[in-house]
């Protein structure tokens, strides 16, 4: 037991060049990779060990060795490599986070050492580093075998109250860790979280600036007197949001026309849809035009009843009304519309109605299609242990493949597909009053030109 305060004077030195050098990385540049590369490193010559590596956990409790700094001769690089959430026991994960609990192993000795920071009961500071020994677990102990490691020390990681990964320490050898080593790595750990809040912060403020330009040049396309550039405006939004395709459908105004503009792939209908459409269209007496196509088309999926009933409940249910699905294979949408959009790939759907002062003008929409996700795992486990009882016999990286995947809405992509679809909905309906003057002023050139023309008959 060694009280935080007194550390042994000949090692200050070494310690403070240690935090210099962590500080300026972290100062020198807001890039993650290039800290977490350079604290694998700073870490693995100050302790002398075999392999550092930071281990960054995912949303689904998975995790990946982002950085690595290896004595390859020694132990084989797991840099890239996932992990089963498996790996990490729920308790022992409850201990990183609420206790910020540090743990070494010493496999020749068949023994763990603990040292918690914060009180699990009451989430107080402890004032002293404690660390106590008791016997490993037979399975950790397999586990770090079947790895080549005889020691471990594993540091927590906390970014926003939250276990964001650990930094972690093996070496080849049976190694003892000192307090000194195990106080110097979690300041060292500390800097680390620092780094993570200061990179999060940069990386949001990138996304929203490069969503600001997006808005911005679609703005531009969109607020012209003379002319609405809706077509340019529609592929940069299905570029911005990562789509394969887009439309946007502009409702009967006025005019009694309604409008589509199309951008690369689209729902595709089925003869006997057509043919319903068609019959559909004649009934309600529904004028569009469309771009690039011919005079007699099928109606658009828009004016379907399944998607406006559809859509409708969505518009009631969901987050301000838009329609974000994913996954067309796991959604409530009518088989109609699904068959529509994978006959041709489409795989997920993100649809903004287009409101302007509670009117609906219409809608955009932008689609995705399935993806392909590769993950690189630190070895497989036994296809006779499906609840994944025993520890693997071997880490040699397995390659997965999954294909047809589901490739996710995220909240950012939402947020600027709502913000893009209320500059659209204002410029539709801008340019619909532009169009309802320039046809006033016609109507009025008209009658003054009819004026003048029975005024002259009646001259005598």
Known sequence: MM???????????????????????????????????????????????DRVKVYQFHPDGNGKVVAESVQSQRLPSLLGQNFPAEDIPPAARELFLRARQRSIVNVSLQQIGVSPLDCLETGEVLDVDDIRF???????????????????LVVPILHRDQLWGLLVSHHADPRQVTERELQVVQLVADQVSIAIAQSTLLSQTRAQAQQEATINRVATLLHSMTEMKLQQALEQIVSALKGIGGRVYISAQDSGQAQLLTCGMQPVLSEKRKNQSSRQKRTQNSKFKTQNSSTH?????????????????????GENGVWAIADLYQSTVPSDLVQAFLDNQIRGVLVVPLRYRQQQLGYLSVFRQAVEVETLWAGRYDQDDPRHLRPRKSFETWRELK???????????????????????MAIHQYELYRQVRALNADLEKDIQERKQAEIKFVP
């Open 3 to 49: 009280d935080r305060q007194t550390i042994n004077s000949s090692s200050i030195d070494s310690l403070e060049i240690l935090l210099h050098r962590m500080m300026n990385r972290i100062r020198q540049s807001l890039e993650l990779p290039t800290i977490l590369n350079g604290t694998v490193a700073e870490v693995r010559a100050f302790l002398g060990t």
């Open 134 to 152: 008791r016997p490993v677990d037979p399975c950790h102990a397999e586990y770090l075998t079947a790895m080549g490691v005889q020691s471990s």
């Open 297 to 317: 088309v099928a109606a658009p999926v828009e004016q379907y009843p399944s998607w406006q009933s559809c859509f409708s409940e969505e518009m009631q249910s």
């Open 403 to 425: 294909q047809e995947q589901a490739d996710e809405w995220s909240t950012s992509e939402i947020e600027l597909a709502q913000a893009l679809g209320s500059h659209l909905a």
